[in-house]
């Protein structure tokens, strides 16, 4: 063989003559390669979600359920805000306690509903759409709520009277503000946090809870009970029902492609020891 045809032959095998490698380098997936968001049910070794941007319009997983209450309903005790007669003349009927409302087919309200493990790796957009918190008749409006880390919680005063804003947080620092009639301030929070609770320091009945999330699947139970979680990524998840009173339980549940699972909860009066 000629020294020309030598060269030419290596040349060709450190250029890559001869075929065109498509394939991506071992280890990687296509999200690394090409620069898509994983899909629905793409997996790596071990069957683990990839992970990845996730636009939840590609999610086809429900999870749903219902929280129960078992035993007598606890009574709502009266709001006392003869104090305050600005309070007051917002209600027709006297305002009663919103720690635990048991509807009546003896369902559970205001149950903070979240996928607690089975979504990491996952990054989801946030919306640009704030939650808002308002004052309305010296109470919080909503009682309990979600939000992401990053979204802006617009919290307002609508009432006549001045009101206080203190935040009670162990991730999310402090804040502690006077808010006069006709106010608004936003706020975000930067970690999750399952609950932050805000109160009035004016006016002590008046209590909020948060549930500071990353993601999106999450709710709160109202008549009826139930929630329902969709567009998910097909995937093994923990799911996690909190109450204020009744503290927090769990349950896990696998859901696939096109599935919907039912995950219930029960809670009960504690029993004093």
Same mark, same amino acid.
């Given at each position: ?5 030598i ?5 060709c095998?450190l ?8 394939? $991506? ?16 049910? *793409?997996?790596?070794e071990?069957?683990? =979600? ?5 636009? $939840? +319009? ?24 003869? =104090?305050?007669?600005?309070? +007051?003349?917002?209600? !027709?009927?006297? $305002?009663v306690?919103?720690?635990?409302? @048991?509807? +009546?087919?003896g ?15 996952? !990054?989801?957009?946030?919306? %640009? ?5 308002? /004052?309305?008749?010296?109470?919080y ?23 206080? @804003?203190?935040?009670? %947080? ?8 006077? /808010? ?15 609950? @932050? ?10 209590? %909020? ?13 109202? *008549? ?11 995937? *093994? ?26 995950? *219930?909860?029960?809670? %009960? ?5």
């Amino acid at each position: 063989m000629s020294k020309m045809a030598i060269l030419i032959s290596c040349l060709c095998l450190l250029s890559g003559c001869g075929g065109n490698n498509e394939n $991506p380098p071992s280890g990687t997936t296509p999200s690394e390669t090409n620069g898509t968001s994983a899909q629905p049910g *793409d997996t790596t070794e071990g069957g683990k =979600a990839p992970g990845g941007t996730w636009d $939840p +319009a590609r999610g086809t997983a429900t999870l749903k359920g219902t929280v129960r209450f078992d035993g007598k309903p606890p009574r709502r005790r009266p709001v006392q805000m003869g =104090a305050e007669p600005a309070c +007051a003349e917002h209600h !027709k009927t006297p $305002p009663v306690s919103e720690t635990v409302i @048991v509807n +009546a087919d003896g369902t559970l309200r205001n149950v903070f509903v979240v996928i607690k493990k089975g979504l990491q790796g996952w !990054k989801f957009p946030v919306p %640009s759409e704030p939650v808002v918190l308002d /004052q309305v008749g010296c109470t919080y409006v909503p009682h309990v709520f979600g939000v992401r880390t990053g979204q802006t919680v617009n919290i307002r005063n609508s009432d006549g009277v001045e009101h206080n @804003v203190h935040l009670f %947080s162990k991730r999310n620092g402090r804040l502690n503000f006077a /808010q006069t009639k006709g106010a608004s301030r936003d706020h975000v929070f930067k970690r999750q946090e399952v609950m @932050v609770q805000l109160k009035c320091d004016i006016h002590g009945w008046m209590k %909020s809870w948060a549930g500071v999330v990353k993601h999106p699947f999450f709710a709160v139970t109202a *008549d009826g009970g139930t929630f329902e979680l969709k567009g998910l990524p097909p995937g *093994d998840y923990e799911v996690e029902a909190w109450h204020e009173k009744y503290g927090s339980q769990t349950g896990k549940v696998t859901v696939g492609d096109n599935e919907t699972k039912t995950v *219930d909860f029960t809670f %009960s009066k504690k029993k004093r020891s």
